[in-house]
C-alpha cells in the first residue's frame, strides 16, 4: 500500500508528518519493507514478521518499535527545546509550592483517561486478583536485572547489562568499574526485594519511602546518618537553572503532603506518574532522590500485579531533559510523554517473560518466604546433608501447617539440590557463605 492508501485506511488519520515518522521507523526496524520512492513508494510486510505480544492471557498487544522521540506530543516537544537551551538563556526558578497544592488527588490528573485506560489495557496480568504481588514475584529475577541495571544506568552508571546480570547473581563485581557503581546496583536489588517482598503492606507512607531511600543510597553518602533520612541542607541541581526549596521543616512539610496526596490517588498509573514528578522536584533527601522515585513509581503497579516499569531503553538525556521540565517550567508533558513510552515497552517485555515462564507453582508462591528463609538458614549455617535433615523437619513442624508439612519438606530439599553458584543470591547468602556451604554440601 501507499501511504495515502495506509492513511485512508486508518479510522483515525495521523497528520501526514506523524505518519512519515511511523513508516519510517518501521521500515528501519524491519518491521516493513519499502519499495520505490517519493509519493508513490509502497510498503508491504517482510515474508515472515511477528508483531504481536501477548500480554494477557487472551489479548494480543501490538507494541511498535518507534523511537521515543517520534512519538513526543507538540507540548512535549516544547518542554525539550527550551530545557536544550544553554542555562544562561533559561531563567532561574525556585521550588514553587503551588504546583503541588495545585494537584487535587482523583481531581487533577497528568494523564488524561484515554492515557491511564491504555496503560491499564498494556500492563494487566491475568492474576491480577492474586495477593499484592503476586506477578512481581513471578519475574522477580528479571525485574532485580532489568530494572537495577536501567536505573542505575539513568544516573551515569557504566555497568552493561551482562556486568549487572554477574554482579545480582553471582556478586562478581565487573574488572576496572568504579566500585560505587556495583554498590549502586547492589543498593537497587536490595531496595526491590523490599518492596516486592513487602508488597502487602508497601505504600505511599514515611516507613516505605524513608525505607527505600535507605536501601539505595546505604554506603553511597558522605554522612552515614543521611540514609532514609529527610535533607537538613540546601542542596544544588547541576546543570539546572532551578533551586530546590531550602527550608528543612517546609521540606519535611511538603515530604508528608506528597505522600498523602499520593495515598489518595486511586490510579495506579496516575500514582506512579505523581511519584516520578512530585518527589524528585522537592528533592527530600541529600541525593539519590531521582532513584527513590523511580522505584516509588513501581508501588502501587506491584502492589496491583501490574507489569512493572523498569525503564527498559530510556534514553538518559530525554529522562534528564524531562526531569529539568518539570524543576524549571513545571510543565509534566514530556515527562508524561516518556512514561507512557517506556511503560508499554516495559510491559511489552514482562508479557513475554511471563509466558516463557509457564504456570507458576501456587504453593511455592504461598510459601515463598518460609522457603527462602529456611534454605538461606542451612546455607548460612553451613549445614551437611544429614544436619540439613535434620533442621529441616524440626523447622517445618513448628511453622508450616500440617497439610502442607511433607511437601513444603520436599520443595525445601529440592532447593538446596538444585543449587548452583548461577541461582543462589535469591536467598540473600553471601558467595563466601555459598562456597563454604557448598563444599560442606557436596563432600
Given at each position: 500500500m501507499t501511504a495515502t492508501e495506509i492513511a485512508d485506511s486508518l479510522k483515525v488519520t495521523p497528520p501526514r508528518r506523524t505518519l512519515q515518522y511511523w513508516l519510517k521507523a518501521l521500515v528501519d526496524n524491519q518491521r516493513l519493507i519499502r519499495e520505490g520512492s517519493g509519493r508513490w513508494a509502497r510498503y508491504r510486510l517482510p515474508e515472515v514478521v511477528s508483531l504481536s505480544v501477548r500480554a494477557t492471557a487472551g489479548t494480543p498487544k501490538v507494541i511498535a518499535s518507534l523511537a521515543v522521540s517520534d512519538l513526543l506530543s507538540e507540548a512535549g516537544e516544547e518542554v525539550r527545546a527550551y530545557v536544550r537551551q544553554p542555562t544562561a538563556a533559561r531563567e532561574p526558578v525556585g521550588y514553587d509550592r503551588s504546583f503541588l497544592d495545585r494537584y487535587r488527588p482523583n481531581a487533577t490528573f497528568y494523564l488524561s483517561q484515554t492515557e491511564r485506560s491504555e496503560l491499564s489495557e498494556y500492563g494487566e496480568t491475568e492474576i491480577v486478583r492474586q495477593p499484592a504481588g503476586t506477578y512481581a514475584k513471578q519475574v522477580l529475577s528479571r525485574i532485580l536485572i532489568d530494572l537495577s541495571w536501567n536505573s542505575s544506568r539513568l544516573e551515569g552508571n557504566t555497568y552493561s547489562l551482562l556486568d549487572t546480570k554477574r554482579l545480582i547473581e553471582r556478586g562478581e563485581e565487573a574488572e576496572g568499574k568504579d566500585r560505587r557503581e556495583a554498590q549502586m546496583i547492589l543498593n537497587h536489588k536490595e531496595a526491590i526485594e523490599i518492596l516486592v517482598d513487602g508488597a502487602e503492606n508497601i505504600g505511599f507512607n514515611r516507613h516505605t519511602i524513608l525505607n527505600l531511600h535507605a536501601a539505595l543510597a546505604d554506603n553511597l553518602l558522605p554522612d552515614p546518618s543521611a540514609p532514609g533520612r529527610l535533607r537538613r541542607a540546601d542542596v544544588g541541581i547541576e546543570g539546572s537553572v532551578f533551586h530546590p526549596l531550602a527550608v528543612p521543616p517546609l521540606v519535611e512539610e511538603c515530604f508528608d503532603q506528597i505522600l498523602t496526596k499520593a495515598s489518595q490517588i486511586k490510579d495506579p498509573f496516575e500514582q506512579a506518574i505523581f511519584a516520578l514528578i512530585q518527589l524528585p522536584y522537592l528533592q527530600p533527601f541529600d541525593d539519590v532522590n531521582k532513584r527513590v522515585s523511580r522505584l516509588a513509581a513501581n508501588i502501587p503497579l506491584i502492589r496491583a500485579n501490574l507489569s512493572p516499569l523498569s525503564f527498559e531503553d530510556v534514553p538518559r538525556n530525554l529522562y534528564t531533559e524531562a526531569v529539568l521540565g518539570v524543576y524549571e517550567l513545571?510543565?509534566?508533558?514530556?515527562?508524561?510523554?516518556?512514561?507512557?513510552?517506556?511503560?508499554?515497552?516495559?510491559?511489552?517485555?514482562?508479557?513475554?517473560?511471563?509466558?516463557?515462564?509457564?504456570?507458576?507453582?501456587?504453593?511455592?508462591?504461598?510459601?515463598?518466604?518460609?522457603?527462602?528463609?529456611?534454605?538461606?538458614?542451612?546455607?548460612?549455617?553451613?549445614?551437611?546433608?544429614?544436619?540439613?535433615?535434620?533442621h529441616i523437619g524440626a523447622w517445618t513442624a513448628q511453622h508450616i501447617e500440617e497439610a502442607d508439612r511433607a511437601r513444603f519438606r520436599e520443595v525445601v530439599e529440592r532447593e538446596l539440590l538444585s543449587l548452583h553458584e548461577g541461582n543462589f543470591s535469591r536467598y540473600r547468602v553471601r558467595p563466601s557463605e555459598f562456597a563454604a556451604w557448598h563444599a560442606v554440601w557436596s563432600a
Amino acid at each position: 500500500m501507499t501511504a495515502t492508501e495506509i492513511a485512508d485506511s486508518l479510522k483515525v488519520t495521523p497528520p501526514r508528518r506523524t505518519l512519515q515518522y511511523w513508516l519510517k521507523a518501521l521500515v528501519d526496524n524491519q518491521r516493513l519493507i519499502r519499495e520505490g520512492s517519493g509519493r508513490w513508494a509502497r510498503y508491504r510486510l517482510p515474508e515472515v514478521v511477528s508483531l504481536s505480544v501477548r500480554a494477557t492471557a487472551g489479548t494480543p498487544k501490538v507494541i511498535a518499535s518507534l523511537a521515543v522521540s517520534d512519538l513526543l506530543s507538540e507540548a512535549g516537544e516544547e518542554v525539550r527545546a527550551y530545557v536544550r537551551q544553554p542555562t544562561a538563556a533559561r531563567e532561574p526558578v525556585g521550588y514553587d509550592r503551588s504546583f503541588l497544592d495545585r494537584y487535587r488527588p482523583n481531581a487533577t490528573f497528568y494523564l488524561s483517561q484515554t492515557e491511564r485506560s491504555e496503560l491499564s489495557e498494556y500492563g494487566e496480568t491475568e492474576i491480577v486478583r492474586q495477593p499484592a504481588g503476586t506477578y512481581a514475584k513471578q519475574v522477580l529475577s528479571r525485574i532485580l536485572i532489568d530494572l537495577s541495571w536501567n536505573s542505575s544506568r539513568l544516573e551515569g552508571n557504566t555497568y552493561s547489562l551482562l556486568d549487572t546480570k554477574r554482579l545480582i547473581e553471582r556478586g562478581e563485581e565487573a574488572e576496572g568499574k568504579d566500585r560505587r557503581e556495583a554498590q549502586m546496583i547492589l543498593n537497587h536489588k536490595e531496595a526491590i526485594e523490599i518492596l516486592v517482598d513487602g508488597a502487602e503492606n508497601i505504600g505511599f507512607n514515611r516507613h516505605t519511602i524513608l525505607n527505600l531511600h535507605a536501601a539505595l543510597a546505604d554506603n553511597l553518602l558522605p554522612d552515614p546518618s543521611a540514609p532514609g533520612r529527610l535533607r537538613r541542607a540546601d542542596v544544588g541541581i547541576e546543570g539546572s537553572v532551578f533551586h530546590p526549596l531550602a527550608v528543612p521543616p517546609l521540606v519535611e512539610e511538603c515530604f508528608d503532603q506528597i505522600l498523602t496526596k499520593a495515598s489518595q490517588i486511586k490510579d495506579p498509573f496516575e500514582q506512579a506518574i505523581f511519584a516520578l514528578i512530585q518527589l524528585p522536584y522537592l528533592q527530600p533527601f541529600d541525593d539519590v532522590n531521582k532513584r527513590v522515585s523511580r522505584l516509588a513509581a513501581n508501588i502501587p503497579l506491584i502492589r496491583a500485579n501490574l507489569s512493572p516499569l523498569s525503564f527498559e531503553d530510556v534514553p538518559r538525556n530525554l529522562y534528564t531533559e524531562a526531569v529539568l521540565g518539570v524543576y524549571e517550567l513545571n510543565r509534566t508533558e514530556l515527562l508524561r510523554d516518556l512514561f507512557i513510552w517506556a511503560y508499554r515497552r516495559s510491559a511489552s517485555r514482562y508479557a513475554a517473560v511471563r509466558m516463557s515462564l509457564g504456570e507458576p507453582d501456587p504453593f511455592r508462591l504461598k510459601h515463598r518466604a518460609a522457603i527462602r528463609r529456611l534454605a538461606g538458614a542451612v546455607i548460612r549455617g553451613g549445614m551437611d546433608n544429614r544436619t540439613a535433615a535434620a533442621h529441616i523437619g524440626a523447622w517445618t513442624a513448628q511453622h508450616i501447617e500440617e497439610a502442607d508439612r511433607a511437601r513444603f519438606r520436599e520443595v525445601v530439599e529440592r532447593e538446596l539440590l538444585s543449587l548452583h553458584e548461577g541461582n543462589f543470591s535469591r536467598y540473600r547468602v553471601r558467595p563466601s557463605e555459598f562456597a563454604a556451604w557448598h563444599a560442606v554440601w557436596s563432600a
